[in-house]
């Protein structure tokens, strides 16, 4: 074994010893995408996400990120919590869903954290070299990265996964300049399968492979700053940060293992609430419980209009329609999904009234009936025969 080959395997043994739950390596030839993400950015489908755009040119020539940068050391982080109750949580519409992914602590600082840590261990164990952590952040292609090294295949939902761990997992990276043994891609797992493309609730997984973000509920909620669509609002359901729905209903996710970090463990006053309950809070209270958790980047706005949605989407109840009510007037674009999630709610409760008055006149009419049955067939029993 060469020393470079040496090194590699001790890198993987290191990262996983610090906590990754995989880690593998690729060059930095992106270029196959190239063509791809030009369409998807002349397309639009990039929506409000300007930064996307920006530096576009970069995310193909990642080498000029780190000077002398060859390879990167590409790692997994599993983030599902214990007790995910997806069907609990989805099935009750007065409480909010929240991403598994935003249960816990944001993975932002905390991977970049890990990942620099990362470096300085191998620093520490080999020779200094130029690296630069990368979590999210960046023109940085990481689901391409990960799949060049391995780490999973590129699903027809978009994501990146694999047959051990499904796709419950952030990715992060390392870029270095250490001219690294590079592993080989995995084969694609999809076969005929398209769940996710049947059961997104926005059909929003245009075409197998390609997500068209301006559909996806994780873009709505999370990443666009104005107004939601009004055709999007009832798809939405009770999703108030985030949605899984296409990796929920993924087979590949079904015996994954949860994550063994704490940081990932659901925040019970935040993430198991009740509607009302969250609505309650005021842009203090928001701040404090969200303090160090991903949903805080949002803002109050964006997460008070997508309250307002959920609400809206509520059973009708005198308290939704009062708590929604008093809401009014303090900021103009939650005011407009409030006013959506009012009609919302009366459209119900003139739904629930009307059929219950239908009902009721209905079984009087059946009563009557049967009544007038009966008295006929007594009738006819007690009749004296001729
Ligand atoms: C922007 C972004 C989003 C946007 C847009 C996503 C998108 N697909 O464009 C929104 C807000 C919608 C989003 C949602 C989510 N995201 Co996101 N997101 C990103 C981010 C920051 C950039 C992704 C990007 O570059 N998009 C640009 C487009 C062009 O890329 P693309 O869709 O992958 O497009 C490629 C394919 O469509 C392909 N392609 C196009 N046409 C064709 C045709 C054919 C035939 C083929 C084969 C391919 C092909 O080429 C394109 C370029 O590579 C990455 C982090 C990063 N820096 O990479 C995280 C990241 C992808 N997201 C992540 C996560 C966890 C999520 C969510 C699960 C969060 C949630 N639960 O709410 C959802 C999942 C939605 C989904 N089904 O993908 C993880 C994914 C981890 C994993 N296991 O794969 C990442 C890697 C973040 C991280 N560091 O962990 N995300
Ligand atoms: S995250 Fe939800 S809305 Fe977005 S593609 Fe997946 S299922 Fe569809
Ligand atoms: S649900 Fe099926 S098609 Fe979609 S990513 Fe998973 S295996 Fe692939």
Not at 89 to 117: C, E, F, I, T
Not at 192 to 218: E, F, H, W
Not at 304 to 318: D, E, Q
Request: charged content about 25%; aromatic content about 10%; proline content about 5%.
């Amino acid at each position: 074994m060469d020393d470079l080959t040496l090194l590699a395997k001790q890198i993987k043994h290191w990262g996983q010893k610090m906590g990754f739950s995989q880690v593998a390596i690729s060059d930095l030839d992106v270029s196959d995408q190239k063509a791809y993400f030009d369409k998807y950015i002349q397309a639009g489908m990039h929506g409000t996400m300007q930064w996307l755009e920006t530096h576009a040119d970069l995310r193909f020539n990642v080498d000029k990120l780190v000077p002398g940068a060859v390879r990167a050391i590409v790692v997994r982080l599993d983030y599902l919590p214990d007790s995910p109750e997806f069907s609990k949580q989805l099935s009750d519409p007065n409480h909010g869903y929240v991403s598994r992914y935003a249960w816990g602590r944001d993975y932002h600082k905390l991977m970049r954290k890990m990942l620099k840590n990362f470096a300085i261990k191998i620093e520490q164990e080999s020779s200094k070299f130029n690296y630069r952590p990368f979590v999210d952040s960046g023109p940085v292609l990481e689901k391409t990265l990960a799949t060049k090294a391995g780490l999973g295949w590129k699903g027809k939902n978009g994501l990146t996964i694999n047959t051990k761990a499904g796709s419950w997992y952030f990715l992060g990276e390392l870029l270095v300049d250490i001219p690294l043994p590079i592993d080989k891609p995995i084969e694609e797992h999809c076969g005929q399968c398209v769940s996710c493309i049947k059961m997104c609730p926005t059909q929003a997984l245009i075409k197998p492979y390609i997500l068209d973000p301006r559909r996806c509920i994780a873009y709505l909620t999370i990443e666009h700053e104005g107004v939601i669509p009004t055709e999007f609002r009832q798809a939405i359901g009770n999703r108030i940060y985030g949605c899984d729905d296409c990796q929920i209903v993924c087979p590949w996710n079904k015996d994954t293992e949860n994550s063994a970090h704490n940081d990932f463990q659901a925040r019970p006053d935040v993430v198991k609430q009740s509607l009302l309950h969250l609505w309650q809070w005021d842009e203090k209270t928001f701040l404090e419980k969200t303090q160090g958790s991903p949903i805080r980047r949002i803002g109050y706005v964006r997460w008070k209009r997508n309250l307002s949605i959920a609400l809206g989407n509520a059973p009708f109840s005198h308290e939704n329609l009062d708590a929604l009510k008093s809401g009014l007037n303090q900021n103009p674009i939650v005011d407009i999904h409030i006013k959506w999630a009012i009609d919302e709610q009366l459209n119900k409760q003139k739904m629930e009234s009307l059929p219950n008055r239908q009902h009721l006149r209905l079984i009087r009419i059946i009563d009557k009936t049967n009544l007038d049955e009966h008295i006929a067939y007594v009738r006819r029993k007690t009749k004296p025969q001729d």
